[in-house]
């Protein structure tokens, strides 16, 4: 029985992630947590899963509330998610974290030689050098929780590495997908937040609308699967059935095709890549009678193709493109800025970021800092 410590809790994610530990109470066991501010949350975690020993919780009033309510360590303040991670005896941890606030804790995980289960986009776009170092060191080992990289990793699984042409990651194209051009500069952040096909927390689906989060999934599947940037490409499919698809030397696809929840991806990186999963192989994605698909314009989504740019550049640039980007989301989500600040901020900040390929964590930390100071 593995034992599991989550990071995320009360996310999305990490909500998904309680349910794969009920599903399987033989495989796994809980046995510490992060929620953030969520008190709520933690208690009702904590009356449900008597196993757990560890909790982080942002308050330090409220970590004491908890030690005295139910007996168990809790972690709080500024250090205290390192503490929790130092402290817990633990086999896998599930990264369900928002933002750049995840990068540190995967590196402690995988410095401490145990499984990371990673949903945290920020990590490998902001860490991806220093991650990739732990890893080609034997230091741990990563499996992705994003359904794209899931289904890449299924795809990738069913062929030999080189037969393989391109990655294809596909993209809904987010809640202002059929709004024109013109009339981007006007939606709402409540426009953008009405996702077509996925329920997901405020950020990433922003991201979605911006198609950043496109941007980031070609620079994690650059980290986690080594190909170069002109090998991976996206397409656009408005149901989010197929997750990604592998195209051999020979025309040929392997798809992952399935409804979109994310219980099956992180059920995959849970039991590190042996669950049971169907592919399909395909001449063309016109097989799927009931999917539509259509080219990826640059034009309309202008993150995606900063995000591609900063990858060619170098893991500096990556740095200050994820902190301008969580900047410039929560402006936006707060009615600070316009929908197409959004790109212009990130745009402008990615610009201004001197160089610096090989990054340590103290280099990271002040590259994130800076970019996301509001000039």
Same mark, same amino acid.
């Given at each position: 029985?593995?034992?599991?410590?989550?990071?995320?809790?009360?996310?999305?994610?990490?909500?998904?992630?309680?349910?794969?530990?009920?599903?399987?109470?033989?495989?796994?066991?809980?046995?510490?947590?992060?929620?953030?501010?969520?008190?709520?949350?933690?208690?009702?975690?904590?009356?449900?899963?008597?196993?757990?020993?560890?909790?982080?919780?942002?308050?330090?009033?409220?970590?004491?509330?908890?030690?005295?309510?139910?007996?168990?360590?809790?972690?709080?303040?500024?250090?205290?998610?390192?503490?929790?991670?130092?402290?817990?005896?633990?086999?896998?941890?599930?990264?369900?974290?928002?933002?750049?606030?995840?990068?540190?804790?995967?590196?402690?995980?995988?410095?401490?030689?145990?499984?990371?289960?990673?949903?945290?986009?920020?990590?490998?776009?902001?860490?991806?050098?220093?991650?990739?170092?732990?890893?080609?060191?034997?230091?741990?080992?990563?499996?992705?929780?994003?359904?794209?990289?899931?289904?890449?990793?299924?795809?990738?699984?069913?062929?030999?590495?080189?037969?393989?042409?391109?990655?294809?990651?596909?993209?809904?194209?987010?809640?202002?997908?059929?709004?024109?051009?013109?009339?981007?500069?006007?939606?709402?952040?409540?426009?953008?937040?009405?996702?077509?096909?996925?329920?997901?927390?405020?950020?990433?689906?922003?991201?979605?609308?911006?198609?950043?989060?496109?941007?980031?999934?070609?620079?994690?599947?650059?980290?986690?699967?080594?190909?170069?940037?002109?090998?991976?490409?996206?397409?656009?499919?408005?149901?989010?059935?197929?997750?990604?698809?592998?195209?051999?030397?020979?025309?040929?696809?392997?798809? +992952? &095709?399935?409804?979109?929840?994310?219980? *099956?991806?992180? %059920?995959? =990186?849970?039991? /590190? @890549?042996? !669950?049971?999963?169907?592919?399909?192989?395909?001449?063309?994605?016109?097989?799927?009678?009931?999917?539509?698909?259509?080219?990826? +314009? &640059?034009?309309?989504?202008?993150?995606? *193709?900063?995000? %591609?740019? =900063?990858?060619? /550049? @170098?893991? !500096?640039?990556?740095?200050?493109?994820?902190?301008?980007?969580?900047?410039?989301?929560?402006?936006?989500?707060?009615?600070?800025?316009?929908?197409?600040?959004?790109?212009?901020?990130?745009?402008? %900040?990615?610009?201004?970021?001197?160089?610096?390929?090989?990054?340590?964590?103290?280099?990271?930390?002040?590259?994130?800092?800076?970019?996301?100071?509001?000039?």
């Amino acid at each position: 029985m593995k034992k599991i410590l989550l990071l995320g809790a009360s996310g999305s994610i990490g909500t998904q992630t309680l349910d794969i530990i009920r599903d399987y109470p033989n495989e796994f066991e809980l046995i510490g947590f992060s929620v953030g501010k969520n008190l709520e949350k933690a208690k009702e975690i904590l009356e449900e899963f008597k196993t757990v020993k560890h909790v982080y919780i942002r308050d330090k009033k409220h970590a004491k509330e908890l030690k005295k309510e139910f007996g168990v360590r809790v972690y709080s303040g500024k250090c205290g998610l390192n503490c929790l991670i130092h402290s817990t005896d633990f086999d896998q941890c599930v990264d369900a974290l928002v933002g750049f606030v995840g990068l540190e804790p995967a590196i402690r995980v995988l410095k401490k030689n145990k499984i990371l289960c990673l949903a945290n986009k920020e990590a490998l776009v902001a860490g991806g050098t220093i991650i990739n170092k732990l890893l080609s060191e034997g230091r741990g080992k990563l499996y992705p929780i994003d359904s794209e990289h899931v289904a890449l990793a299924k795809c990738l699984s069913k062929c030999d590495m080189k037969d393989v042409k391109s990655l294809i990651i596909t993209a809904s194209g987010g809640a202002l997908r059929n709004v024109e051009i013109s009339d981007l500069a006007k939606q709402t952040p409540e426009d953008a937040l009405r996702h077509p096909t996925w329920k997901m927390g405020a950020k990433i689906t922003i991201d979605c609308a911006t198609m950043m989060n496109k941007g980031f999934e070609i620079i994690e599947a650059y980290y986690l699967y080594h190909f170069p940037l002109n090998k991976i490409r996206v397409q656009m499919h408005d149901e989010s059935l197929i997750h990604s698809a592998v195209e051999l030397n020979d025309g040929t696809l392997i798809v +992952d &095709y399935g409804k979109p929840d994310m219980h *099956e991806p992180i %059920k995959w =990186a849970m039991f /590190e @890549g042996k !669950s049971e999963y169907k592919v399909y192989t395909v001449k063309s994605l016109s097989e799927f009678k009931d999917c539509h698909f259509h080219d990826y +314009d &640059y034009k309309r989504y202008p993150c995606t *193709e900063i995000a %591609k740019q =900063a990858l060619l /550049e @170098g893991a !500096s640039k990556m740095i200050a493109l994820n902190a301008a980007n969580e900047t410039a989301v929560y402006r936006f989500l707060n009615h600070e800025i316009g929908f197409l600040d959004i790109a212009k901020f990130v745009g402008n %900040k990615v610009e201004q970021q001197k160089l610096i390929r090989y990054p340590s964590l103290c280099q990271i930390k002040r590259i994130d800092r800076k970019a996301r100071k509001v000039n």
